[in-house]
């Protein structure tokens, strides 16, 4: 058998797009990759205070992930010095007062980010929501998709 049909959306499709599973007859679960990535992300989503304590549990727990997350994080301060040194110039700016947080200017959140527009001016901000920051610069991504 080199094919399978997913129960969730009815798409017959290769075995290479249904996870592994060897508990299965076939040795593959009945959902495939692209459902069960939505039914994960869905879930996430009702249930995201549940999921960010988990997450920081997770980390806080596991000596290999946080080695392994100081890792990426060292190899991304030293690709981006010029973000790496507007991120901690509003961390001090804010630490000091000169900088005052904002709510999200989407949805009016209290967590914030600082979005920078332009890394040459580091203390001009906008202040977003993780999930309005990551939406921005997902739409600045695509955009710069569609211009290629």
Known sequence: ???KECFKCGAEKPLTEFHKHPQMPDGRVNKCKVCNNLDVRENRAR?????RQ??????????ERRA????????WRERHP???????MVSNAVRDGRLIKEPCEVCGAE????????YSK?????WLCPIHHKEHHDNETNQKELTK
């Open 1 to 3: 058998m080199t094919k």
């Open 47 to 51: 249930n995201v205070e549940y999921y």
């Open 54 to 63: 988990y997450d920081n549990d997770r980390y806080k727990n596991d000596p």
């Open 68 to 75: 392994k997350f100081a890792d990426r994080a060292k190899v």
């Open 82 to 88: 010029d973000r790496y040194k507007a991120h901690g």
């Open 111 to 118: 967590y914030v980010h600082g979005h920078h527009d332009d």
């Open 122 to 126: 580091p203390l001009d901000v906008r």
